[in-house]
């Protein structure tokens, strides 16, 4: 297979409206609104993500903040500001302020080791009494961002040697240097390690076909997850 052709079936997968991805995506989005039906009220921090995300959401906050440490693109519409910055530093956590919910997704396996994890959730549980936070989940059998079956358990070296030359990669390195950095930065975490950062949260998980894909660590008040049926 070519190289166009295997990126329209990386985006025929994961990336295209319409995509197996997107319609996961979609069936996150009503999951969330069910657990936070006044999400139209709230002040959202969103950490880790990107105005594109929630301009393509079928749900609105009131007032979304985006904070990541990539600049953002310019002329965004009112209900949405902007910072550059990273949360794992405590400073840039107590100079945010407060809000009603902190929403993070795909964002936490990227901070950069267990320490940066523990700054990373401790701002999240900070900044507000809600929380819903998404992780792809380590055991699962095919690794989410590079799309191949079991790449997550090959060894550091392994993984940037093979991510140069797999071809449903979403960019591929040009280099063994530029190989290491697109791998060495991701960490899938699990259930346990999900249930330590955050021991006061409800831990869902979203599956396929009976299979855990994804980790969710959520709070919010009115009731957990159990009693609103969303485990």
């Known amino acids: 297979m070519s190289e166009p052709k295997y990126r329209a079936l990386r985006n025929r997968l994961v990336d295209a409206p319409g995509s197996v991805g997107e319609r996961f995506r979609t069936a996150r989005w009503l999951r969330f609104r069910a657990y936070f039906p006044d999400i139209d009220e ?8 990107t ?13 979304l903040h985006l904070v990541n ?14 910072e550059v910055a990273d949360v794992t530093d405590p400073a840039v956590t107590a100079a945010l302020g407060s809000f009603d919910l902190v929403y993070s ?19 999240i549980t ?9 992780t792809p989940y ?34 591929r390195p040009d280099g063994p240097e530029e190989g290491l950095r697109a791998v060495v930065g991701i960490e ?12 006061d949260s409800t831990l869902l998980s979203e599956r396929v076909l009976g299979v855990t894909k994804s980790l969710l660590a959520v709070r919010g008040k009115g009731g957990s997850a159990h009693d609103r049926g969303l485990t």
């Open 42 to 49: 709230f002040e959202v921090v969103d950490l880790g993500g």
């Open 51 to 63: 105005a594109d995300t929630w301009l393509r959401a079928p749900v609105r906050p009131r007032r």
């Open 69 to 82: 440490i990539d600049p953002h693109p310019a002329g965004l519409p009112d209900w949405i500001s902007t």
């Open 105 to 123: 997704n795909s964002t936490i396996e990227h901070v950069g080791g267990h320490s940066q994890r523990l700054r990373f959730a401790a701002a």
């Open 126 to 134: 900070t900044l507000a009494p809600r929380h819903w936070v998404q």
């Open 138 to 171: 380590r055991y699962f059998p095919v690794e989410p961002h590079f799309l191949a079956p079991g790449f997550q358990f090959l060894p550091l070296a392994a993984r940037a040697r093979l991510v140069r030359h797999w071809p449903l990669t979403h960019s």
């Open 188 to 199: 899938l975490l699990t259930r346990t390690e999900m249930r330590y950062l955050f021991p």
